[in-house]
């Protein structure tokens, strides 16, 4: 048994290179969706999702929620700072009118008058009623550590939590309060507030959120389990919370009804104030706002309404591993400018998935397949271009080698995708031989044979290129030219007599010199015959040709033998006699050929008297 090894076929360097473009792609797309990409790459990322938040925001009603704003109009009714009795009388009426809980984003460090203070220490231990306080999240100079802290649950730090350095809370005076919540917040490196933290990690304890405090005081604790950092939705503009000013509740000026039932957020959206952050809905959003759209979302959660949650980093991963397989397998077919369309076709098609997926998945990155693309525009679409350009030069290269320049040229400006593919196409060919080659070399020197023959088809091939036939190839001592291919052209015969005309002439003189120079004289034979016949580039992987095959080609080759037998040095077919409009043709009578069943006509140029 014998047995046969096959060759190993090795990827050529463009082939490696565009598996290295695409795999690096491929680990781009997945670092750009781990946990750790570069802060570079995140800030361009929640770029992407605040202008998603801002399309995404409706007025939608919250019905839930009551927002109890000290607003201008308040202040410029009651002045601030309020006293306590105020802030409880103000409690008061909420707890009176049947909240479901009250929470106040306001943190009383310092004692107020005893009255107000008793009262709202009242309040905060026996009503549901939830306090503020304010963790520090900045590292270095001096810890904030002011007021009693309340509310925490002995734990070691979770992973991910965030750990406070110091906190801002109410005086020991309100210390028995049965709930607080934190409103310190983490403003991303580019200072806009996207995150709030649900827990907090301080001196042993883990404390909650204010809208986290709120439902555990008054809705239950059926939430789910909270990422650490909570990514804020904003999925309501402020006009879609029911808002209640301060003084009309002080004044009982507001409906039982917007009351009754819900949970209550107590805070000031007044710049004199100054609970401001910037967030993705503007540069300057009312604080109360970032607490409301928390509680909401815990609502949601509680009540199971919330987003569905979907696989985004593994949709983002899959979508770009998608549009690099394409690109590796279109980018090499295709014009770099259908490249970059396609490009831009896939990142609009992310954004708008990204833009579906925004509310479900808050942790992918929505940025990550765009930098791809980026990716991919900025080194697969100019490596591509650049090998389309190679490939170019050497089509040109292999062009040149069988045709004239001008027919080159007249080929560039041409819309032929591929000009060498094989056509069928009207063509004449022209083929030319050296009479009595071997009489004229065998008594000559190796060098002076090479030479006399590369004279020799210098004078047939400068007249076949200046009048734009295409080389097909040489015959040793000859030539095979055609004419109106790769180029269609309706002037094809008269061209190719007229190539004949001037290698008559060529060969006539190089033939006196030779003669002058004691040689035998030369003659050429030709043969011109024109017809159907398919033009292109034919051959394997290993040697490939430009040439035309068909019945008129091999016509023209009998045609060529058959000038031996005549005193003319070029003989014409049918064929040319009927489409040539430049010349004029002596019929020599009928012949029938090697290969053809029927006679046919004969003629060569009559030339001027």
């Known amino acids: 048994m014998k047995l046969t090894v096959l060759p190993r076929t090795l990827p050529t360097a463009p082939a490696l290179i565009r598996i290295g473009i695409s795999l690096a792609a491929i680990a781009l797309a997945a670092l750009l969706q781990w946990d ?26 919250e019905s839930r929620i009551l927002v109890v704003d000290i607003d201008e109009s308040t202040l410029a009714q ?35 008058d005893a009255a107000g203070d008793a009262r709202l220490a009242m309040l905060a231990a026996q009503g549901p ?38 906190f801002l809370a109410n005086h020991a005076g309100l210390s028995r309060a049965a709930f607080a919540g934190n409103i310190g917040v983490i403003p991303d490196a580019d200072g806009v507030l996207r995150r709030v933290p649900s827990t907090t990690w301080f001196d042993g304890k883990l404390y909650p959120s204010l809208a986290v405090a709120l439902v555990r005081c008054c809705g239950g604790d059926g939430l789910p389990q909270l990422a650490p950092l909570q990514r804020v939705p904003f999925a309501r503009t402020w006009d879609a919370y029911v808002v209640a000013k301060a003084a009309d509740v002080l004044a009982e000026r507001v409906p039982a009804a917007l009351i009754a039932n819900r949970l209550v957020l107590v805070g000031s959206s007044s710049l004199s104030i100054g609970d401001r952050v910037a967030s993705p809905l503007g540069a300057s959003t009312a604080g109360l706002l970032v607490h409301a759209a928390m509680l909401s979302s815990l609502l949601d959660l509680q009540a199971g309404t919330a987003p569905a949650p979907w696989p985004g980093k ?34 609009a098609l992310w954004l708008a998935l990204a833009y579906a997926m925004h509310a479900h998945d808050p942790a992918f990155s929505a940025s990550g397949p765009l930098v791809v693309d980026l ?14 350009q190679q490939n170019s030069r050497k089509l040109l290269g292999t062009l040149r080698q069988y045709v004239a320049t001008a027919v ?7 819309d032929l995708k591929d000009p060498l593919a094989p056509r069928q196409l009207q063509v004449t060919t022209l083929i030319a031989d050296m009479e009595g ?46 004419w109106g291919a790769p180029l269609p052209n309706a002037a094809h015969a008269d061209l190719a007599l007229d190539a004949a005309q001037a290698i008559l002439a060529e060969v006539a003189r190089f033939s006196r010199r030779r003669v002058a120079a004691g040689h035998a004289p030369l003659r050429v034979r030709i043969g011109i015959e024109s017809g159907l016949a398919m033009a292109g580039d034919y051959g394997t992987s290993f040697r490939s040709i430009y040439t035309a095959v068909g019945d008129s080609v091999n016509t023209a080759s009998r045609l060529e033998q058959a000038a031996r037998d005549f005193p003319y040095d070029v003989i014409i077919g049918e064929g040319t006699v009927a489409r040539a409009t430049r010349h004029r043709f002596l019929l020599l009578g009928e012949r029938r050929l090697r290969g053809k069943e029927n006679p046919i006509k004969l003629y060569t140029l009559e030339l001027p008297a």
């Open 408 to 414: 080159v040229d007249e080929l560039l400006r041409s």
């Open 129 to 166: 009623v939830v306090l503020a306080q304010l963790f520090d999240f900045q590292r270095g100079g001096q810890a904030l550590r002011s007021g009693a802290l309340i509310g925490g649950v002995v734990a070691p730090r979770p992973a991910g939590v965030p750990a406070a350095s110091g």
């Open 314 to 347: 593994a949709i983002a991963i899959w979508f770009s591993v998608l549009v690099v397989a394409l690109s590796a397998y279109t980018f090499p077919r295709l014009a770099a400018v259908a490249s970059v369309l396609l490009l831009a076709a896939a990142s």
């Open 437 to 482: 080659y071997t009489t004229q070399v065998e008594a000559l020197p190796v060098e002076q044979a090479a030479r006399l023959t590369t004279d020799f088809l210098d004078c047939l091939t400068r007249p076949v290129l200046d009048q734009h036939g295409t080389l097909d190839k040489y015959t040793g001592d000859g030539l095979v030219a055609f």
């Open 78 to 112: 009651l002045p601030w700072p309020w006293s306590r009795a105020r802030l409880a009388e103000l409690v008061e009426r909420l707890v009176q009118g049947g909240a479901r809980g009250v929470a106040l984003d306001i943190v009383m460090f310092k004692p107020g």
């Open 375 to 388: 990716f991919l525009l900025a080194v697969a679409v100019p490596f591509h271009w650049q090998l389309t």
């Open 36 to 61: 750790g990409a570069p802060a570079s790459a995140r800030l361009a990322d929640e770029w992407l999702r605040d202008r998603f938040v801002n399309l995404q925001a409706r007025a939608t009603p």
